[in-house]
């Protein structure tokens, strides 16, 4: 008998506090994914909270963030990712052999006013939205949040 269950695959983001960029991008990842991705959030210097900001604009798109609190990014979650994605700590992200890693150059959302903190989503919207057509070939994906908004 042969297994035909895939585990889904894993992606952890990661950026520096673990406050804005890499919680908006595993945020909108579960919300398109629908488990059939397991997104992790983490920093390497993990602050005391989410971004305020951050968390006002992703409400404002219907995205709850309310049990968002920054970890720290350790070897064993990328071991366990197939893929880490950089956001702004680079050379501070444990690297794990046979881990897939992709850096994606976005501005830091802490302390930017709604306009900026909304294109920043946008951004990572797109690039999350690429991302999974990339992992989950046949995923059907809903619209953006942001058409909705």
Known sequence: ????????????????????????????TEHYAGGRVIALSAGTQPGDHI????????D???LDTSAEQPKLLT??????ST???TLGCGEECPYV????????PVADPGG??????????ADLDARVRNLLVE?????????SVLDEH
């Not at 695959?9 to 945020?27: D, L």
């Not at 971004?51 to 992703?58: D, G, K, R, T, Y």
């Not at 052999?97 to 994606?104: E, T």
Request: aromatic share 4%; hydrophobic share 45%.
């Open 1 to 28: 008998m042969t297994d035909t269950i895939q585990k889904a695959p894993q992606v952890v983001f990661a950026c520096v506090r673990n406050g804005g960029r890499s919680v908006i991008s595993r945020v909108l």
């Open 51 to 58: 971004h305020p900001e951050v968390a006002a604009v992703l």
């Open 60 to 62: 404002k798109l219907g």
């Open 75 to 80: 070897r064993d979650t990328v071991a366990a």
């Open 83 to 85: 893929m880490a994605i």
């Open 97 to 104: 052999p046979g881990v897939k890693y992709v850096d994606w």
């Open 112 to 121: 930017q006013d709604e306009e900026t903190v909304r294109g920043i989503i």
């Open 135 to 143: 992992l989950v070939p046949d995923i059907e994906l809903p619209p």
